[in-house]
């Protein structure tokens, strides 16, 4: 509208080149709203934009008096940096020949009619946009790459933090949560319990593992403690924890679990670890496991420390059994 009230366009071009750009902005706006434009490999809808936008300003350059052409070309660079950023090489040097044909067509169309014709005037404005758009494209191109390589960095990146987070909570050999995590499980579990919720934690240690390390060699006692992660892991809900707390010691968190229930799910285990197949040559594998529940305010490192000494006396007692602390539940009938 300001180059039709300065005598460069005619108003009615001005109305209609208006009317054009309402009309797309809508008809694109439709278009991602309805979803469909997922279904394209660029669902930004860059290049059909960047057309529609070459195609109204060529008309602008078509309707307009030689003298406002030159600005009308800097809408051209307008719509072509909106590819920059989304579009390669390749493809923004093909808008580039499609807004250079656009020019050139519009121009030639225009000549017959323009009484201010300067046929080596209009070739060097094509030539000077052709060099313009060909250097954007370029440089487009690398921006490009670099968004590329940095898109290729940041998921190793994240593959590499969550690779990193993993190994800082599960065990490596067995697959179970590691002694720091087990801490961290049972801080969050021990203020649930300071609400009203009970904790029960189990130490549990496979009775005569060094035996097995010395009889069989370490590679099958590595079998067994995974083999016993998997046989305690079957045993366990969702919600409970088996944690590797150190060499064949392992503590068992449950959460929302009276002690009474904790030594039957205790015994359960005991059982189980009783049953399982273990590597050949290393049968008759047995845990021992002493239960104690939580009692908030009380530090959990105490909590742990009253299970320790409650499988110690499991080991004292002949091993392969639950003893639950002095003053708790009584355990299971042994097998």
Request: charged share 20%.
């Amino acid at each position: 509208m300001i180059v039709a009230a300065a005598g460069y366009l005619a108003y009615s071009a001005a109305a209609v080149f208006a009317s054009a750009v309402a009309v797309l902005i809508v008809a694109f706006y439709a278009w991602i709203r309805s979803g469909m434009n997922l279904r394209l490999d660029d669902p930004s809808l860059t290049i059909p934009q960047m057309v529609a936008a070459g195609l109204a300003t060529s008309y602008l350059v078509y309707e307009s008096n030689v003298f406002a052409r030159p600005a009308f070309v800097a809408l051209y660079f307008i719509a072509f940096m909106f590819g920059i950023l989304a579009l390669d090489t390749r493809r923004l040097l093909g808008i580039a020949v499609f807004y250079l044909a656009c020019y050139a067509s519009a121009v030639a169309l225009a000549l017959p009619s323009s009484h201010d014709a300067d046929l080596p005037r209009e070739a060097m404005r094509v030539g000077i946009l052709a060099l313009m758009l060909g250097g954007f494209s370029l440089i487009g191109g690398y921006v490009s790459r670099l968004r590329r390589k940095l898109k290729l960095a940041n998921v190793s990146l994240t593959e590499a933090l969550r690779a990193s987070e993993s190994r800082a909570r599960i065990d490596a050999l067995t697959g179970c949560y590691n002694r720091r995590h087990g801490r961290d499980i049972l801080e969050t579990e021990s203020k649930r319990a300071a609400r009203g919720e009970p904790l029960t934690i189990c130490m549990a240690d496979l009775d005569g593992f060094k035996a097995i390390n010395d009889k069989f060699g370490h590679a099958a006692g590595d079998e067994v403690l995974k083999g016993f992660t998997a046989t305690v892991q079957g045993g366990l809900r969702a919600t409970d924890a088996l944690v590797r707390y150190g060499g064949e010691e392992f503590l068992i968190v449950l959460s929302q679990t009276s002690i009474a229930e904790a030594a039957m799910v205790a015994e359960r285990i005991r059982q189980l670890v009783e049953d399982m197949s273990t590597v050949a040559g290393a049968e008759g594998i047995t845990v021992s496991i002493g239960v104690t529940e939580h009692r908030p305010p009380e530090p959990v490192d105490q909590t742990i420390e009253r299970a320790d000494a409650a499988l110690y006396r499991a080991k004292e007692q002949g091993r392969n059994r639950v003893v639950c602390a002095p003053g708790e539940a009584s355990p299971a009938p042994q097998g």
